[in-house]
């Protein structure tokens, strides 16, 4: 999907910026950029310092003389525009764009261009109605003119989103909403066995220090049942915990509980 | 809620990209600047020309020494990081980051920083475990590293779309089955100051019970940091484990830290 998406610049200035851009699409997965009467130097020092290792996609970047030739093989056009002109036209959030993409973007003749205008002016209202769409990033409305090399990140990234989910749609993943950390944690979590044990562990280590009155309990053992229950400590985690305990208790001239030894990590 | 979300921009090279970040922040409505030991001059005619008209955030962002100056005062801590390190950290997308915003950022006491890391080497591990979790830009996994101020666009993006959200939702959001603690929780959470305070308590007590070496830390406290840091406890649970490691320095024998005194819930 993302190969069927095209970046053109119209009438850049800064070569910096093109520079910025290809590092951009080539951050999100975006190859083919077409620059439409640059007047700067495409390929300066200035450019190739800002790609910051995304030359070959600035080399490759095709030069033409007119949006016309840019975009004559796509069939989806969407310019980047402020909110309002004179005449309305059918506007997308960078969001609702994405969310299209997976639909426009499955024919093998599919192609999508992103424009984006001038630094200084944009783009004019004759590019603007050579669109299908315009898109508009939600913006501060005092200072709504963003730098176009973000504009381009923000737009890539909604593109790359929009890809990431139809690859995850093809292989669901495993894991829970609930879940404080996912699949790639580096231990099993504890079991409810572990938790209860600990939680009777720690609660004989607060009453042999003198902290925890089961008398007078004020809700103590519910409010840190709390705490640990919310973290959702790993095997790891739980094994730490136990250790400081026993050495705890060691110090505290206690001897440990039956079930607390050799708990250290 | 825009208002209480900090910019962190730790040891940054280029002030064009410190310029460029005063852009992007308040073309999306951000206003909270600082700087920690900025290696470029952070008001140089390069970043003025990239603020591009956002020159009065420039000149009123902050300057400090740590990250800690940074951030003591803020309740939310997330560190901008590419996805794999040794010890596994709470991640979130950009978009569930942005999600969890108005649930996060209610009380007149929070507050959030992003942290964002040096150009060519981005956050060190110790910064990124002061961090409650790390968001992680999806990328092309050959070319990840984009931009300091893009990323800075696209995560100031998300938090004005979470943002815009609330101004165009009149019902209350849901509050996610995750979330450590949401809009009813029963007291507000701890600052990064309070949580620095007991991890160096906590390490005092486990040298004195002979339980931590920091000759050999096994990364420790590390896991630990993951382990709180992860649950997000409030000030009343914060001042409970205070209170649990200022009886156990007693029933060791140990004289209590300068700090620790009068913790007890």
Not at 70 to 76: G, H, I, M, P, S
Not at 133 to 159: G, K, M
Request: hydrophobic fraction near 40%.
């Amino acid at each position: 999907m993302l190969e069927r998406i095209r970046i053109v610049l119209i009438g850049t200035s800064h070569p910096g910026n093109i520079g910025g851009t290809a590092r951009a699409m080539k951050n999100m997965g975006l190859t083919d950029l077409t620059l439409v009467s640059p007047r700067g130097e495409a390929r300066s020092a200035d450019a190739i310092s800002r790609a910051s290792g995304a030359d070959e996609l600035l080399a490759g970047a095709r030069t033409v003389d007119s949006l016309e030739e840019a975009v004559a093989d796509c069939t989806l056009v969407v310019g980047a525009s402020a909110r309002s002109r004179t005449l309305p036209w059918p506007m997308l959030t960078p969001r609702a764009l994405g969310e299209r993409l997976p639909n426009e973007l499955t024919g093998p003749e599919t192609r999508m261009a992103l424009v984006f205008g001038r630094e200084d002016s944009g783009l004019t209202n004759a590019e603007l109605q050579r669109c299908h769409a315009h898109v508009h990033i939600p913006s501060n409305p005092d200072f709504s003119s963003l730098n176009l090399v973000t504009a381009v990140q923000v737009l890539a990234y909604e593109c790359h989103l929009a890809w990431l989910a139809t690859q995850q749609a093809e292989t669901p993943s495993t894991q829970e909403e609930h879940q404080p950390f996912g699949i790639e944690w580096d231990n099993p979590p504890a079991s409810h066995a572990d938790l209860e044990r600990f939680f009777a562990h720690l609660e004989r280590v607060l009453i042999a220090i003198d902290f925890h009155d089961p008398a007078t309990p004020r809700q103590l053992m519910a409010r840190l049942r709390r705490l640990y229950l919310r973290a959702r400590p790993d095997q790891m985690e739980m094994n730490i915990l136990r250790g400081m305990l026993t050495a705890m208790e060691k110090h505290a001239g206690r001897t440990p509980g039956a079930d607390s030894g050799d708990m250290h990590p």
